[in-house]
């Protein structure tokens, strides 16, 4: 889609762009730790794809979706964010002592059949992997794990097919997926964005959406 946002929406945590007097801190500004929110604002929403477009065009596409459902693990709703900060920060150390740095964006959502739960694009420099760290992250963070807890899917096929084949085809699939991650925005940013799926988001406590820094424009 075409558009030119001109916003700087307040991230979630310290590897996103931290605010004034917030920075080394997760959760952002204290005064929107209980804040209640139902959907993506439209600027949220255009900011969430702003990030998304810029770090496809700089090389960086998504290959990993990583789904935690957090509330089956045990974590209340006032500490979602904490929670996904958490995990991020272990994820970020992980790759950045293997000489790479995480690439990512995320939306909170709370579903009635689901809980909440978190969507989490990942883009890993070639090489580095996963392997069976999740289960362990999710411990670490202050979670409890249990089957239905975590699912990580490869973006566009396997790892080795996506970092052998650069085309459009890969760029698409990744987009189609952080289109996904829209559900949570207004009905009028939806049909602007030519969203399938649009107003779903449900009620959260604090922080809905996210990103690492290096996919912050104004960084």
């Not at 990030?51 to 693990?73: L, N, P």
Request: aromatic share 8%.
């Amino acid at each position: 889609a075409n558009y030119s946002p001109t916003f700087s929406p307040t991230p979630s945590c310290a590897l996103a762009q931290p605010n004034e007097g917030q920075r080394g801190t997760w959760g952002g500004a204290r005064n929107f730790a209980d804040r209640v929110s139902y959907g993506l604002t439209d600027k949220q929403a255009l900011g969430l794809m702003e990030s998304a477009q810029y770090a496809f065009e700089t090389g960086r596409v998504f290959q990993r979706h990583w789904t935690v459902h957090y509330g089956k693990a045990g974590i209340e709703p006032s500490d979602g964010a904490r929670f996904i900060g958490k995990l991020l920060d272990l994820m970020s150390n992980y790759v950045r002592r293997r000489g790479g740095q995480l690439s990512a964006i995320w939306v909170r959502e709370c579903a009635s059949d689901k809980g909440e739960h978190v969507h989490i694009l990942l883009h890993l420099p070639a090489g580095i992997n996963l392997r069976n760290l999740t289960r362990r992250w999710i411990v670490a963070a202050g979670g409890k794990y249990r089957t239905g807890v975590s699912k990580v899917t490869i973006v566009g096929g396997t790892i080795a097919k996506i970092e052998r084949n650069r085309d459009e085809r890969r760029v698409a699939n990744a987009e189609n997926v952080a289109r996904y991650m829209m559900k949570a925005a207004s009905g009028e940013i939806g049909e602007l964005l030519h969203l399938p799926r649009h107003g779903e988001g449900g009620a959260i406590v604090g922080k809905r959406w996210g990103r690492t820094q290096n996919v912050a424009l104004d960084n």
